[in-house]
């Protein structure tokens, strides 16, 4: 996707400050499959974009400006176990402060706890843009699973490998399967 375009797309999720300070303003909007394919493009495995919507409230608070909201995206993938198509259902919550980048603080100063979440913004305009695409990225699993017998398997296990620890046995058990056990003990 070109910057241009990128940016276009963005349009859609910006605040004017000015006009926040006067009231809080709600941005409840799809977001366009073509918009979410640009942010899906960013995960590690192949992933489709369904329907997407995010609702968010932005309000002026003492020293910044508060977002809360929530984004709801839907996105095709494969299981990693048995590469059956897998719909995720993604559902992030937004609670986010920004900060104008004027009260950053230099480096060597002493940083709070709140300090190392809040976010910065510059100028009268807040991009809302990466604290959805940023929602979005952090929801998707990192290896997506069907709701199938795949689901419970605990790390990155091929179908293969499944089948194979299904009908192999341990060698060291080996020699407790050899042991014939009598009836009259
Ligand atoms: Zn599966």
Same mark, same amino acid.
């Given at each position: 996707?070109?910057? &241009?375009? &990128?940016?276009?797309?963005?349009?859609?999720?910006?605040?004017?400050? @000015?006009?926040? $300070?006067?009231?809080?303003?709600?941005?409840? %909007?799809?977001?366009?499959?073509?918009?979410?394919?640009? #942010?899906?493009?960013?995960?590690?495995? @192949?992933? %489709?974009?369904?329907?997407? $919507?995010?609702?968010?409230?932005?309000?002026?608070?003492?020293? =910044?400006?508060?977002?809360? =909201?929530?984004?709801?995206?839907?996105?095709?993938?494969?299981?990693?176990?048995?590469?059956?198509?897998?719909?995720?259902?993604?559902?992030?919550?937004?609670?986010?402060?920004?900060? +104008?980048?004027?009260?950053?603080?230099?480096?060597?100063?002493?940083?709070? @706890?709140?300090?190392?979440?809040?976010?910065?913004?510059?100028?009268?305009?807040?991009?809302?843009?990466? #604290?959805?695409?940023?929602?979005?990225?952090?929801? *998707? +699993?990192?290896?997506?699973?069907?709701?199938?017998?795949?689901?419970?398997? @605990? =790390?990155? #296990? %091929?179908?293969?490998?499944?089948?194979?620890?299904?009908?192999?046995?341990?060698?060291?058990?080996?020699? *407790?399967?050899?042991? &014939?056990?009598?009836?009259?003990?």
């Amino acid at each position: 996707m070109s910057d &241009k375009s &990128k940016s276009e797309l963005d349009g859609f999720l910006i605040i004017d400050v @000015p006009a926040l $300070h006067r009231q809080p303003i709600v941005i409840d %909007t799809a977001l366009s499959r073509e918009w979410l394919a640009g #942010v899906m493009a960013n995960c590690e495995y @192949p992933v %489709t974009a369904g329907t997407g $919507h995010c609702r968010l409230r932005a309000e002026s608070a003492a020293d =910044g400006v508060r977002i809360r =909201g929530d984004i709801r995206a839907e996105a095709f993938a494969e299981c990693v176990t048995c590469l059956e198509p897998v719909t995720l259902h993604l559902h992030a919550d937004v609670d986010v402060f920004m900060a +104008p980048v004027a009260t950053l603080k230099e480096s060597g100063e002493e940083l709070t @706890p709140e300090d190392l979440e809040r976010e910065y913004f510059e100028g009268d305009i807040i991009h809302l843009s990466n #604290v959805v695409s940023d929602g979005i990225l952090l929801e *998707l +699993p990192i290896n997506p699973r069907c709701e199938g017998p795949c689901h419970n398997l @605990p =790390g990155l #296990v %091929t179908s293969d490998e499944v089948a194979r620890r299904n009908f192999s046995i341990d060698p060291r058990l080996k020699a *407790l399967a050899d042991i &014939k056990i009598s009836k009259e003990n």
